[in-house]
């Protein structure tokens, strides 16, 4: 079992910076895609980013490319969200996942194929 905690949000104005860390404990997740999801009041859980258990290969949902950067440490199981540039759009609770099949090389975008979640850290932009 996998304890996802997420850290990090908080209250920007726009075109301002945050940096998300995803926490992982239980077990490593050296060998996991993870992902960052956002929900939005009144909208469903999006994807946002992911990135392969190497590093070497990441997705951007279209509205972030540019502006958003995920990276993760694997000797510190942690997995970051670099956001640049943030609009009030960006407004929104985000969420870690993992995908515990190991060794995957590509990122799924869609909420079924990721096992764990964290409780999620709210993101507020203000225009």
């Known amino acids: 079992q996998v304890q996802l905690v997420e850290s990090g949000g908080g209250l920007v104005q726009a075109g301002g910076s945050l940096r998300l860390s995803c926490a992982a404990s239980g077990r490593t997740i050296s060998t996991y895609t993870m992902g960052w999801f956002r929900q939005a009041p009144g909208k469903e859980r999006e994807f946002v980013a992911g990135?392969?258990?190497?590093?070497?290969?990441?997705s951007y949902a279209d509205p972030v490319k540019g502006r958003f950067t995920i990276s993760r440490d694997n000797a510190k199981n942690t997995v970051y969200l670099q956001m640049n540039r943030l609009k009030p759009e960006d407004t929104a609770v985000y969420y870690c996942a993992a995908d515990r099949g190991a060794y995957i090389g590509v990122v799924a975008s869609t909420r079924g194929a990721y096992d764990y979640w964290g409780q999620g850290t709210q993101v507020t932009v203000s225009s």
């Open positions: 990135i392969i258990w190497s590093g070497g290969r990441t």
